[in-house]
């Protein structure tokens, strides 16, 4: 059974930061693509921040800067340091894992962790 849980939400003021967490397990965790989405009430879900399995990170432009994707494969886990938060920055945040096999793709999703940034 695969699962994916995040942890490390909360409320933060403004300027604040956070690191949250995402440990995998029921994965070969080292072989899939990370990454960290976000979903503000009355809006889609958007991508923040993807780390491949070899280690290549990539930002939406509005976190550039100020969120950094890192993973450790020895504790199956995805991390996503926010600093210099901004109240836009409110959302769940959800981990996801991804990978192709056979031209098929495997992709999985965590439950969402809270944040909130006050001003």
């Known amino acids: 059974q695969v699962q994916l849980v995040e942890s490390g939400g909360g409320l933060v003021q403004a300027g604040g930061s956070l690191r949250l967490s995402c440990e995998a397990s029921g994965i070969t965790f080292s072989v899939h693509d990370m990454g960290w989405f976000r979903q503000a009430p009355g809006k889609e879900r958007e991508l923040v921040a993807i780390?491949?399995?070899?280690?290549?990170?990539n930002y939406a432009d509005p976190v550039k800067g100020r969120f950094t994707i890192s993973r450790d494969n020895t504790k199956n886990t995805v991390y996503l340091q926010m600093d210099s938060l901004k109240p836009e920055d409110t959302a769940v945040y959800y981990c996801?894992?991804?990978?192709?096999?056979?031209?098929?793709?495997?992709?999985?999703w965590g439950q969402g962790t809270q944040v909130t940034v006050s001003s």
């Open positions: 996801k894992a991804e990978h192709q096999r056979r031209f098929k793709s495997y992709i999985y």
């Open positions: 780390i491949t399995s070899g280690g290549r990170a």
